[in-house]
């Protein structure tokens, strides 16, 4: 599944290439990409979310639910910023957002969630992406989300 949003980040690399400015160094354009999956995966587990939460309905789930919108805001932001910051810059939005993923994942847990089988199909699907599709590019990172995977429900 590839966004519009997606597709548009490979045309810009290409669109840029083609006016002789310098492109993105390819492994920028692909970890943008990954990231791009991965706001994809985030706004899916948000639709299951707001699906979950009609029953539910008590402050802790509506603050997971803003989590999760902050998340998403993060990592598009992310995204875009892959093309052209500085690799420290990127390491330190990295640990930003695994640090925010994790403490979802609590959330989830925090709310019995782990027993919903559509939340932990949503959830598992979204770290899979950053798990072997958007950490690899920051493994190398000094500080503490980088090069840690973050567990499945």
């Known amino acids: 599944m590839k966004s519009l949003l997606s597709r548009c980040v490979v045309s810009l690399g290409l669109v840029i290439a083609s006016t002789g400015q310098t492109a993105p160094e390819p492994w920028r354009v692909q970890a943008s990409q990954a990231a791009h999956d991965l706001a994809d995966r985030i706004e899916i587990l948000d639709a299951t979310l707001h699906e979950v939460y ?9 603050k997971a639910i ?3 919108h902050h998340i998403e805001e993060l990592v598009l932001d992310f995204a875009s910023d892959i ?3 500085s690799f420290p810059s990127l390491c330190h939005g990295y640990d930003h957002l695994y640090h925010d993923l994790v403490n979802i994942r609590s959330y989830l847990i925090e709310l019995n969630l782990q027993s919903n089988p559509q939340v932990v199909k949503d959830w598992n699907s979204l770290i899979d992406i950053n798990n072997n599709s958007l950490l690899p590019y920051f493994r190398t990172c000094p500080n503490r989300g ?3 995977v973050i567990e499945l429900l």
Do not use: N
Not at 54 to 62: L, Q
């Open 54 to 62: 009609d029953s539910h309905g008590t402050p802790e789930f509506k």
């Open 66 to 68: 803003e989590d999760i």
């Open 83 to 85: 093309l052209s910051a």
């Open 146 to 148: 980088g090069g840690r």
